[in-house]
């Protein structure tokens, strides 16, 4: 069964810095996606960057990439020069394909706590 | 402007009452999911629908039913049978052409 992993509960960075978020993934299918998302505590959920599994070149928006090796099938999150407005939940996410469709499934998520 | 929309933000019940949470988007989605979240924990998928009138069980399907009777609407009802209801229910929907997933702003459900 297709599987998230986010390994890291919290995380701590000063501002300004650069921080990676891991998430690690398992499936057999070839092709798939892979999301980010950001849950302030307002409890929206953020859509920040997208993967796809055949895409060669790593994905960018702004100050996040996406860091994929799909042999060792991980998708961190770095974001770089952390702002305070990103403190938030990150959840790690990935698009599978079953017989009724399109599905999404998420990690546990990793709390961010940026420090001015 | 186009979104998703659900209603109430905020919504109290007597257990062992059945409660229906709304979701509506005009974003012309085919697909919409509900999800579940409780504190500190990532989303739990309940149930989807790829196309009108039809719809599948999630992974935590039980205690829940839902209907998919228009393409802008997918309403979540919480039966008494769910032992746990109290958490946070998110609406999302997708293009099915388009990967990413878009969210409603969320129900907070709490069963007294």
């Known amino acids: 069964a297709q599987k998230i992993t986010q390994t890291q509960p919290g995380m701590f960075v000063q501002e300004k810095e650069a921080v990676t978020l891991d998430c690690t993934y398992d499936?057999?299918?070839?092709?798939?996606?892979l999301f980010w998302y950001k849950q302030p505590s307002s409890g929206e959920m953020i859509f920040l960057i997208y993967?796809?599994?055949?895409?060669?070149q790593n994905a960018t928006e702004g100050r996040y990439s996406l860091n994929f090796q799909k042999a060792r099938k991980s998708a961190n999150l770095v974001i770089s020069a952390s702002q305070l407005g990103d403190s938030a939940m990150y959840f790690c996410?990935?698009?599978?394909?079953?017989?009724?469709?399109?599905?999404?499934?998420f990690g546990a998520g990793t709390r961010l706590f940026v420090k001015a | 402007d186009g979104g998703i929309t659900q209603s109430p933000k905020y919504l109290f019940r007597k257990e062992g009452q059945n409660v229906t949470l709304s979701c509506e988007q005009n974003?012309?989605?085919?697909?919409m999911y509900w999800y579940r979240q409780d504190p500190g924990q990532g989303l739990r998928l309940i149930y989807y629908?790829?196309?009108?009138?039809?719809?599948q069980k999630g992974d935590i399907a039980e205690g829940y039913s839902v209907s998919r009777e228009k393409k802008e609407s997918f309403p979540l009802t919480v039966t008494s049978a769910q032992k746990n209801p109290t958490a946070f229910y998110l609406c999302?929907?997708?293009?099915?052409?388009?990967?990413?997933?878009?969210f409603g702003p969320g129900t907070r459900l709490t069963v007294l």
């Open positions: 999302a929907s997708n293009d099915r052409y388009i990967d990413e997933q878009f």
């Open positions: 996410a990935m698009r599978e394909v079953n017989t009724g469709g399109f599905k999404t499934i």
């Open positions: 974003l012309n989605h085919d697909a």
């Open positions: 629908s790829q196309i009108v009138n039809d719809f």
């Open positions: 499936t057999s299918d070839q092709s798939y996606g």
């Open positions: 993967q796809g599994s055949y895409d060669e």
